[in-house]
């Protein structure tokens, strides 16, 4: 069973970026699949959550309204739309299956992406 993201880069304060998360060995409706990230020195932080079988969401209110996830059940792959995007929203970027959005406990996670927001 294999995550895989992508998407990441260099984007000016304001700017938007999608990020990709493919999922391998596995169907996406097993797990709910969480988007969370860690900036140098900082604890993670859980940013959204889907479960894909019912399309329950679930976003972090540091990024309401600028962030999305969203899912494809055929291509098995999730998303996390980011506009808006800040200096704070600087971190690698990760997802990963849980048993339910409600769960701290993350089963595994994929090798991350990286975002910088520059001012």
């Known amino acids: 069973v294999q995550l895989v993201e992508s998407g990441g880069g260099l984007v000016q304060v304001g700017g938007s970026l999608r990020l990709s998360c493919v999922a391998s060995?596995?169907?996406?409706?097993?797990?709910?699949i969480d988007w969370f990230r860690q900036a140098p020195g900082k604890e993670r932080e859980g940013v959204s959550c889907i479960t894909t079988r019912n399309g329950l969401t679930y976003t972090a209110d540091s990024v309401k309204g600028r962030f999305a996830i969203s899912s494809d059940r055929v291509k098995n792959m999730v998303y996390l739309q980011m506009d808006d995007l800040k200096p704070e929203d600087t971190a690698q970027y990760y997802c990963?299956?849980?048993?339910?959005?409600?769960?701290?406990?993350?089963?595994?996670w994929g090798q991350g992406t990286q975002v910088t927001v520059s001012s």
């Open positions: 060995g596995f169907n996406l409706d097993d797990y709910a």
């Open positions: 990963a299956a849980k048993a339910r959005c409600g769960d701290s406990w993350r089963i595994f």
